[in-house]
Nanobody
Framework: QVQLVESGGGLVQPGGSLRLSCAAS????????MGWFRQAPGKEREFVAT????????FYATSVKGRFTISRDNAKKTVYLQMDSLKAEDTAVYYC?????????????????WGQGTQVTVSS
């Protein structure tokens, strides 16, 4: 099991940028694939991005591809989500999640551990 704590959310204007961080505890972080999901009010939690255990492969939801970048620093046990060209429809609570294996997944149910979430609001 791994504990996850997100940070970096806030209020930003359309077109702006934010970088979310997710700090993990536990010895096996470097062997886990990680993902970012988001949940807007009244909607299901949806996949945003995922990264392989070694950072060598990533995958994005179509809605964020080209605007968001997922990365990780295994030495710091941290995964990041750089969000650029933000839109109002990106407003949501963002969650990081850890798998217990190194391969990526888009499926929420394949992630074993979750953070508490951080609010991102895009508004003028």
């Amino acid at each position: 099991q791994v504990q996850l704590v997100e940070s970096g959310g806030g209020l930003v204007q359309p077109g702006g940028s934010l970088r979310l961080s997710c700090a993990a505890s536990g010895r096996s972080f470097s062997t886990y694939a990680m993902g970012w999901f988001r949940q807007a009010p009244g909607k299901e939690r949806e996949f945003v991005a995922t990264i392989r255990w070694d950072g060598g492969s990533t995958f994005y939801a179509t809605s964020v591809k080209g605007r968001f970048t997922i990365s990780r620093d295994n030495a710091k046990k941290t995964v990041y989500l750089q969000m650029d060209s933000l839109k109002a429809e990106d407003t949501a609570v963002y969650y990081c999640a850890a798998r217990s294996v190194g391969s990526m997944s888009l499926i929420r149910g394949q992630y074993a551990d979750w953070g508490q979430g951080t609010q991102v609001t895009v508004s003028s």
